[in-house]
């Protein structure tokens, strides 16, 4: 579970070490007239990128800067790594806005060709099962 859905472990993990290393040092800055009206631009690439999404998933539902702060991601070639809880479950009203908040303030940039933000258990299963049948069928040529 990860703010009220699923995510991968890892990445979740470490969006919550990221918050737990850092997350005090960035609010201390926002307190600093300099840096009050200041947003926050979280990045990462593939795997980071995950990380990024989750931590501003965390941001958003948590509240972690406020309701009013700008929080924004950018992704670069993001696995999938969030979903909502099952569909017969409801989510509070709030938390569906705070996640719906998250996701408009994401972009994700994906290159054509790059499978990776695609990937899911599923399509590796197919994958692995196409293939299996492709050297079954070469195996005596």
Known sequence: QYCTGKAHTGMAEMADILWAQSGDKIQKLFEEDEFKNFGLIITGHSLGAGTACLLNIKCH????????????????????????????????????????????????YIHDNDCVPFLSVSAIRRLAKMLDAVDNVTEYM
């Open 61 to 108: 539902v948590e509240k972690l800067f406020g309701e009013d702060r700008s929080i924004k991601c950018f992704a670069f070639a993001p696995p999938p790594t969030f979903s909502t809880c099952d569909r017969h479950e409801h989510l509070d009203e709030k938390i569906e806005a705070s996640i719906q908040k998250a996701i408009a303030n994401t972009v994700a």
